[in-house]
T-cell receptor, first 113, second 113 residues
Framework: EPEVTQTPSHQVTQMGQEVILRCVPI?????FYWYRQILGQKVEFLVS????????KSEIFDDQFSVERPDGSNFTLKIRSTKLEDSAMYFC???????????FGNGTRLTVT | SQKIEQNSEALNIQEGKTATLTCNYT??????LQWYRQDPGRGPVFLLL?????KEKRKERLKVTFDTTLKQSLFHITASQPADSATYLC????????????FGTGTRLQVFP
């Protein structure tokens, strides 16, 4: 069964550094998402992306965050200048259409020191 | 304010019993509601979707109900097994103006032999 893949599985970075988290969504899906989960807390929506543009973003998704779909397969989340509070599990997800389930990757654990 | 609440942080039951998990929401009018399973360090995995015009949905040992008057969904696992131990998340699609899913805090189910 096709799946969403994320790399790296774990990223350690120093405060102030830029990180790029990468995702390959399921190939025939059209809607793409980033969620994050701080340890022990709920899965929080960050941003949705459709038709090569952001369709919605949360309050968390400030100017330090950006997303890109540079080619037909990859979907990336960039954090320009990481903060300690950005430490979390970041999940990429994709969906075929708005009435179908979300398919999640297994996440990138980001640790900011 | 808008809230999705899963009433138990943790639920412990004996193998073979039925587990019942509750999801309540306020100030949403979701078109549908979904349930996901999340294992430690992994992304959520879709289990069931129920639409606002459906009262009940079943899949093998799983059953979901959706009461739009009570603003509540119940998730049942019958003949529970230790392998069912995981965190279960409810998620709703807030409305036609958005394609994101909003997640509840989750209920950690532990099935002991």
């Amino acid at each position: 069964e096709p799946e969403v893949t994320q790399t790296p599985s774990h990223q350690v970075t120093q405060m102030g550094q830029e990180v790029i988290l990468r995702c390959v969504p399921i190939s025939n899906h059209l809607y793409f998402y980033w969620y994050r989960q701080i340890l022990g807390q709920k899965v929080e929506f960050l941003v949705s992306f459709y038709n090569n543009e952001i369709s919605e973003k949360s309050e968390i998704f400030d100017d330090q965050f950006s997303v890109e779909r540079p080619d037909g397969s990859n979907f990336t989340l960039k954090i320009r200048s990481t903060k300690l509070e950005d430490s979390a599990m970041y999940f990429c997800a994709s969906m075929r259409d708005p009435n179908s389930p979300l398919h999640f990757g297994n996440g990138t654990r980001l640790t900011v020191t | 304010s808008q809230k999705i609440e899963q009433n138990s942080e943790a639920l412990n039951i004996q193998e073979g019993k039925t587990a019942t998990l509750t999801c309540n929401y306020t100030n949403y009018s979701p078109a549908y509601l979904q349930w996901y399973r999340q294992d430690p360090g992994r992304g959520p995995v879709f289990l069931l979707l129920i639409r606002e015009n459906e009262k009940e949905k079943r899949k093998e040992r799983l059953k979901v109900t959706f009461d739009t008057t009570l603003k509540q969904s119940l998730f049942h696992i019958t003949a529970s097994q230790p392998a069912d131990s995981a965190t279960y998340l409810c998620a709703l699609h807030p409305g036609s103006f958005t394609d994101k899913l909003i997640f509840g805090t989750g209920t950690r189910l532990q099935v002991f032999p």
